[in-house]
């Protein structure tokens, strides 16, 4: 039986549905179930992931984490093999954060036979940004979070909002494919120095970490200039950036609130969005910011 202090660890199907039907028996049957897809190596913005998901579920319902390094998402040359694998300490996150059942299968259980030979055809949004670095990669994505969503039924899934783009297609896919479930999207969490949290931090040396705190000055910078419109904004944030040693800018765009291109047409003020990836070495890093956009005023559109 699962506790507020050992979650039951589930390494296959029939685990999982048995800890969560034990877990809903226990607290009288009728709770809604919350799940935080991740594929391990957690930390407190994780943390913040499941805290959320218990404010939607309340007491009574069931908090599921999965904890699983999806191979279909990873390109080829990509980071699959050195993907931080942390079950251990993982599950002692899960532990302090009430998380009910831990779903940690091996990749046969969420694949048997091999890659699936029906996919989740991910649509335009996907070729583009993230898209357009790692083709394929928003198929994998979706198509193994359509495979939690049918294997734990969740009435809500909790997703952090530092992959705006993995979080928008999901909401997409959600919607276009008439899933029941409340997709929720979660604040960033940073460090004090305004870094985005990542697992992938890890694997920068001590002074990439130091010069990653660019990507949040730039988004920083792009906000403030939003003013002036969307494409001062941009180039105030690639500002920001150029320059740096050791960092290696893949993009940095302000896109409407659904990552739609802007519309220079517009003169309403609006939200949007600021998006920036880039490497520092071998390691890539994402984030983003909500952004407010004005028009272009008269007197810059000629600059």
């Known amino acids: 039986m699962s506790t507020l202090t050992s979650p039951a660890l589930a390494p296959t199907r029939s685990a999982l549905r048995a800890e969560i039907a034990a877990v809903r028996a226990q607290r009288g049957g009728a709770g809604r179930v919350a799940l935080v897809p991740t594929m391990g190596a957690l930390h407190v913005g994780h943390a913040s992931l499941m805290r959320e998901a218990r ?10 984490a999965s904890v699983f390094v999806n191979p279909l998402q990873f390109g080829q040359g990509e980071d699959l093999d050195r993907y931080p694998r942390t079950l251990d300490a993982d599950l002692a996150v899960c532990g302090a954060e009430g998380v009910d059942v831990v779903f940690a299968p091996a990749v046969d259980e969420v ?20 898209g357009a670095s790692r083709p394929g990669h928003f198929r994998g994505v979706l198509t193994v979070v359509a ?15 530092k992959d705006f783009q ?3 297609l999901v ?7 008439c899933l029941p479930v409340e997709v929720v999207g979660a604040e960033t969490v940073r460090e004090p120095d305004g870094l985005a949290l990542s697992s992938r931090n890890r694997y920068l040396d001590p002074e990439q970490r130091r010069t990653a705190v660019v990507l949040s000055r730039a988004l920083a910078a792009a906000r403030e200039h939003a003013t002036y419109g969307a494409e001062a904004a941009r180039e105030a944030g690639v500002a ?18 659904d990552l739609a291109a802007v519309d220079g047409t517009r003169e309403d003020v609006r939200e949007g969005r600021v998006l920036v990836a880039a490497r520092l070495g071998a390691t890539r890093l994402l984030d983003n910011l909500p952004i407010t956009i004005h028009p272009t005023p008269p007197s810059e559109e000629s600059r």
Do not use: C, S
Request: glycine share 12%; hydrophobic share 45%; charged share 20%.
């Open 55 to 64: 404010d939607h579920v309340g007491a009574d319902g069931v908090v599921v």
């Open 166 to 168: 993995q979080l928008t």
């Open 111 to 130: 694949y048997p036979g091999g890659d699936p030979q029906v996919t989740v055809e991910p649509g335009p949004l996907a070729t583009l940004l993230e």
């Open 147 to 161: 495979k939690l969503f049918g294997l734990v039924q969740p009435d809500v899934a909790v997703f952090g909002q």
């Open 171 to 177: 909401r997409r896919m959600v919607a276009d494919l």
């Open 240 to 257: 920001a950036i150029a320059g740096t040693p050791g960092v290696e800018l893949d993009y940095l765009v302000v896109t409407e609130a």
